[in-house]
């Protein structure tokens, strides 16, 4: 290492070493001679002498490690900087060791004479004469106060009469008061003289606490406007804001039992030199007691400082040690630590030797070397991490999206599908990739259907003779599954760049549902206007034919006559039942919601089926303490009575056919009642699979005649009342197999979730008051 170097190393530890005293001596005067300025930093101060001591002992003992671990690797110069921080480690000890032992004795003696015990006796005497001037005070306008209040009770005055107020003045001249004033038993200012100029003409109410204190002591006074916040110059500056308050009672001359209380109240203010005399003496005394208190503070402080003067010695010393050292061996060590750090693949930039000579140009170069290996290999890094945030931001829409998305190459193998596209076609992602997609087992329509699309497509491209890869796609609707339960994809095609497919779908069987229903609901509102129109006319027509020429007719011919009149008016009401049903379904009026016990009403409904109660073949099975549903009872009837009606439709033509009617409520482990279930089960032969999947359209039955209308009105019905519906098989239901063998029939479950507004449990409607013993080969599920 050059001169000049050692040179410039020296001069900025001294720099350094100089600059960190001069701070601590400047702080160190600043809080011994400045009394508010050490106490709010005084806190602040000692932490921060406490981060430095631990800091600067954290450096001594890491510089300490890295000598014993550079000698131990038997690093270049390792040996002369350890014999050099000895050498600067004893020099820099052994003098601060003696300055910190001298001046520890003196900072101990030198606060210890600061304090004497005649002061803090003066002080407290002084202390101690200002609390018993303004006790006196206090004391002598309360029994002025008192007699006062005696004075103008025997003088019978009436409250706010021009006798009580020149009586008031007069008292307030008298005893040289800011204000006298007569309060009500409530605190109302009944009478007054004096008072701040500029203020509120009406003198303070004293709180309700101050009465009741007064009426208890007969009179009560107490000092306002001097706490121990109160700075001394507010305190005579202010124009008096430190005064006396005294409330006496005033005893009653009246001989009426109810006479109401009055109080008469004065406030005096208290001269300011007294007040400032007293909080100057306070201040003093306080100030005296904090310095009292903070004395071995004071030591801790200085004790302190002066230790970590020792440590910054003693740590100066290792520095300029270890700085010499490093500066003979840093330029071999920086290659060193260079080529082991490229080796491992670390290309990180290397520090550089700031000096002029060969080898900080060696240096130099290899960094500049690293530096350039270091921006190629960030570029190809940049690169991938840009391809694998387009990636994974382009998979986290598609797992997001709720259309289904397949992307394939040319040859059919799948590359990418999305969530979606799993759950519209149920079947498992992670067993598609790399999968043909004519080979999906199940979708081979599917499949087929698009690839037969794509190719149309190509053709249709070739032809126009479009880019393949434009903006052009193809777009078609498919069906898949079965015929009794269809399923229709809205599907839409387009090519990629390297002869990829891109595959987009929906689910819209929904949508084509909702579509049906809405075309159904039209096609039967127009039927019922155009067909009901003529029915009256014909019906009226033939009956008025059978009037005028059954008479006339005899025989064969009035039979013929009879018979085929009869036909055409049963037809014709036939057909008025069915053009009702298409109104009903078409035009249902909104639900008109109101408090309804559903017990109550299926009892009412299953009255109109009493022959079937009787022989057995209809039971019901009731809930007890139902809450009052919000319902509509017309509608709810007219639900309750068709499904009924369809399960002992049901059950007719079996021997052993039952149907059961049940309600129940769904509490879960909080108690509270969730849902109102209705069921309505049967023992028949249930509902097919392709009844089960159209159930609620029009015209879907399982009947020799009707419509197929029924379900569809209920399902309008219920939605009104915002529940649910379900149909299901019994055989269906998970069994429990203690329970004997499963059970087989249709079922239809109803779950209401609004209640009445203030709804309880229904009148009446105690635990198995509706309920029919269930008989013992079917029980509700």
Known sequence: ?????????????????????????????????????????????????????????????????????????????????????????????????????????????????????????????????????????????????????????????????????????????????????????????????????????????????????????????????????????????????????????????????????????????????????????????????????????????????????????????????????????????????????????????????????????????????????????GLVQRSLAEAESAKAHLQTILDNLSSGVIVFEADGRIDTVNPGAARILSLDPSAWTRHPIDRLPGLETFSAAVLARFEAHLRDLEDTGDEPAGDAHWQESLELGSTEAPQTLLVRGALLPEGARLLVFDDISDVVVAQRSVAWAEVARRLAHEIKNPLTPIQLSAERLQHKLEAKLTGTDQQMLVRSVGTIVTQVQAMKTLVNEFRDYARLPSARLEPLDLNALVVEVLGLYAAQQESGRLRAELAPELPLLAGDASQLRQVIHNLVQNALDAVADLPDGLAIVSTECTRPDDGQTRAIRLKVMDNGPGFSEKVLKRAFEPYVTTKARGTGLGLAVVKKIVEEHGARIRLGNLADEAQDPAAGPARTGAQVSISFSRWARGGGTPAGNEPGRHRIPPSPDVSAS
């Open 1 to 377: 290492m050059s001169r000049s170097s050692l040179r410039w190393t020296v001069l900025i530890a001294l720099l350094a070493i100089g600059g960190t005293v001069l701070v601590l001596a400047f702080l160190l005067s600043i809080a011994t001679n400045n009394r508010v300025l050490y106490e709010r930093h005084y806190e602040w101060l000692l932490w921060v002498n406490i981060g430095v001591a631990a800091s600067l002992g954290l450096v001594i003992v890491a510089a300490l490690a890295q000598l014993v671990r550079r000698m131990r690797h038997g690093k270049f110069g390792s040996r002369l900087l350890v014999k050099l921080a000895a050498i600067f480690a004893f020099v820099g000890v052994v003098p601060g060791m003696l300055i910190y032992g001298v001046s520890y004795q003196f900072v101990s003696r030198s606060i210890e004479s600061w304090f004497d015990v005649e002061v803090e006796g003066a002080l407290e005497s002084g202390l101690n004469l200002g609390r018993t001037t303004l006790q006196l005070l206090v004391n002598d306008v309360a029994a002025k106060t008192r007699q006062a209040a005696e004075t103008s009770a025997e003088s019978g005055a009436d409250p706010g009469s021009r006798v009580q107020l020149l009586m008031l003045e007069r008292l307030r001249e008298q005893l040289a008061a800011q204000s006298v004033a007569v309060l009500s038993g409530s605190g109302q200012v009944l009478a007054s003289a004096g008072g701040a100029v500029g203020a509120a003409m009406l003198p303070d109410r004293p709180s309700p606490s101050l009465l009741r204190q007064a009426r208890s002591q007969r009179v009560f006074a107490q000092l306002e406007g001097l706490d121990a916040d109160t700075p001394i110059d507010g305190a005579i500056t202010s124009g008096g804001p430190v005064r006396v308050r005294a409330i006496a009672w005033m005893p009653s001359t009246s001989l009426s039992l109810d006479s109401a209380d009055r109080y008469l109240q004065i406030t005096q203010t208290v001269p300011q030199e007294l007040v400032g005399n007293a909080l100057r003496v306070q201040q003093a005394y306080s100030e005296y007691q904090e310095r009292a208190l903070g004395r071995e503070g004071l030591k801790r402080m200085y004790i302190g400082t002066l230790t970590l003067t020792l440590i910054l010695g003693i740590f100066s010393a290792l520095l300029m040690a270890a700085g010499l050292g490093h500066q003979i061996g840093r330029p071999l060590v920086m290659l060193a630590e260079g080529v082991r750090q490229v080796a491992r693949g670390d290309l990180r930039p290397t520090a550089v030797f700031a000096s002029r000579d060969e080898l900080g140009g060696l240096t130099r170069s290899f960094a500049d070397m690293t530096q350039q290996l270091a921006d190629a290999r």
